[in-house]
């Protein structure tokens, strides 16, 4: 706390994964200043994870998705303002929100997540048609499916399929419409989107490839009723879910003079062109450690990894952001872990007999770079340990008969090259 | 309603009432309880949420199932015969009195 660089108020615009972690982190780190987080939803600060598995099942209810009861917020001193904000004003340092207050900060941090993107065809408007952000979409969407019989998905991402699982499991007829050739193509590997393709045929789910959306149609009560593909075939649906991918909350940014390209541009230490603004989470385009290129990610790992490190060069406790990124996703009793981020890989080592329980290794020559899992949590933490700690790991060894993450780990530890890990 | 009591390193105590269905994890991260971070959330993604079951009310637990078990493997403070990930243990009338303590450190 004697830091003289510390600001003495904190700022965090949108209070969702990010910006409640940066509140926290920043009461976890010491910071005594004010801290002010504002969100645009009239809700608690919650997980999303759920909104696509548990709580669309109706497995949990609102309560089981805060990440803190209401009485954390009064006791950390995290003045919670229910509000948009409009605007920022960089040389004034102050934000103004939709009802004309205003609050001026020592740092902002700009925590504003994503919206999802929609696509522009005739009868997006029509009643059933949907797209999955927040809380208030998952109880909209629920709803719907619960008179739903047949559901159209448009978009095999990671959050078309969670649904389209939930919806089948739920007995509804469900078809997944994607543009590219198979699912999660931007995300996974080829033998991992292959399996999920498998999952999903085998469940009952139809999935249709390289096929794009003409229009939705509705009836008379403005309900849709079909979705029309590009050929002209026509898909009856009650349900529509529409996803495909999010666009960065960058306005108040761009509005601001802020560099922004593709995300809210900053530096290593998640630094906006403004030296008293920080961006992080889904709405921050970083540097990625090993390969220099600016990326955005879109995790709960993300957010709360640029969260920790921007409170503590807040709190006095500067260092550049390198923190492995990780994610998961759930879909009927399968979960895929990923560990790393693949920058384009030349090899794929598949670890496990098991078509049901498989890692994949995807390396750019001799370079790890990412691991998958299918049902595999153990490979999963042990990849996470391996990445962490840099690894010389190469295809040829990993694809040895009997090879395993998990001894190669226990191996480096004997040999004492890298700080013993519990095994 | 059941009653967790959680038990810090420097053995500081804390009783709290955890309402059914909800799980040791929450129930600590609802109360302040430090110790325990709870990274993902309860999705049994992180095992930051290990903690020692006391050796006294451990028949209170039914064992661990296979994904558990396996990420048990991988806490940051050495597993014991008595760790757990406190996300997949659900409050109940069974876990009613239930002791954990939590580690040293959890990442
Ligand atoms: C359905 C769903 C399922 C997901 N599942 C997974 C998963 O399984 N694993 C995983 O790792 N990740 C998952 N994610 C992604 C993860 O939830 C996000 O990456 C994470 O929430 C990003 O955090 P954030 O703080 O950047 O943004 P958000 O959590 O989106 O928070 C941004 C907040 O800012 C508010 N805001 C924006 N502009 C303003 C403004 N001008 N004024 C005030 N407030 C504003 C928004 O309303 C919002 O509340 C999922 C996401 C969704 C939607
Ligand atoms: S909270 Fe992450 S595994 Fe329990």
Known sequence: ?423 | MPKITYVAVDGNQTTIDVPEGTSVMRGAVFNDIDGIVAQCGGNMQCATCHVYVDETTLDKLEPPKEREDEMLDFTACPRKPNSRLSCQLKSSDALDGLIVHTPERQN
């Open chain 1, 1 to 423: 706390m004697t830091d003289r660089t510390q600001p003495d108020s904190v700022v965090v615009v949108g209070a969702g994964q990010g910006g409640y972690q940066t509140a926290a982190s920043l009461r976890e780190h010491g910071y005594e200043g004010s801290i002010t987080l504002i969100s645009a939803e009239d809700a608690l600060p919650y997980e999303r994870p759920p909104l696509s598995k548990a709580y669309l099942k109706g497995e949990a209810d609102e309560a089981m998705l805060w990440l803190r009861p209401a009485t954390y917020y009064v006791r950390q001193s995290i003045d919670l303002v229910s509000g948009t904000v409009t605007e920022i004003d960089p040389a004034a340092r102050s934000v103004r929100l939709a009802d004309g207050s205003a609050y001026g900060y020592g740092h902002l941090v700009l925590a504003t997540g994503a919206t999802p993107r929609t696509l522009d065809v005739p009868g997006k408007e029509l009643r059933g048609v949907h797209t999955l952000r927040t809380a208030q979409d998952a109880v909209a969407l629920q709803a719907s499916l619960a008179g739903a019989r047949r559901a159209v998905v448009v978009g095999a991402g990671f959050i078309g399929l969670e649904f389209a699982a939930v919806a089948r499991e739920a007995g509804v007829e469900v078809t997944v419409v994607e543009a590219l050739d198979r699912p999660l193509a931007r995300v996974v590997s080829a033998p991992t989107a292959e399996h999920f393709t498998w999952l999903h045929r085998s469940n009952g789910t139809e999935l249709l490839f390289g096929r794009g959306l003409k229009a939705l149609h509705g009836d008379g009560r403005s309900n849709v009723t079909a979705v029309e593909l590009a050929d002209g075939s026509r898909l009856p649906a009650d349900l529509v879910l529409i996803g495909v991918g999010v666009t960065p909350r960058t306005e108040l940014a761009t509005a601001a003079g802020l560099e922004v390209d593709g995300g809210i541009i900053v530096d290593a230490q998640l630094r906006t062109t403004d030296p008293h603004i920080s961006a992080i989470g889904d709405c921050a385009a970083f540097p990625q450690v090993r390969s220099g290129n600016r990326r955005r990610l879109e995790s709960v790992q993300n957010a709360v990894g640029h969260a920790q490190a921007v409170a503590g060069r807040l709190a006095g406790s500067p260092r550049a952001y390198d923190e492995l990124p990780w994610f998961w996703s759930d879909q009927f009793a399968t979960t895929v872990q990923i560990a790393g981020f693949n920058e384009g890989h030349e090899t794929e080592v598949v670890l496990g007999s098991d078509p049901d329980a498989f890692s994949v290794l995807l390396f750019r020559g001799d370079d790890l770079q990412a691991v998958e899992s299918v049902n595999r949590p153990a490979d999963h933490l042990a990849a996470r340990r391996l990445l962490t700690q840099g690894t010389d790991l190469t295809p040829a060894e990993a694809a040895a008969p009997g090879f395993s993450l998990r001894t190669y780990l226990r191996s480096l530890a004997e040999r004492g090259t890298e700080a013993p890990v519990a095994l």
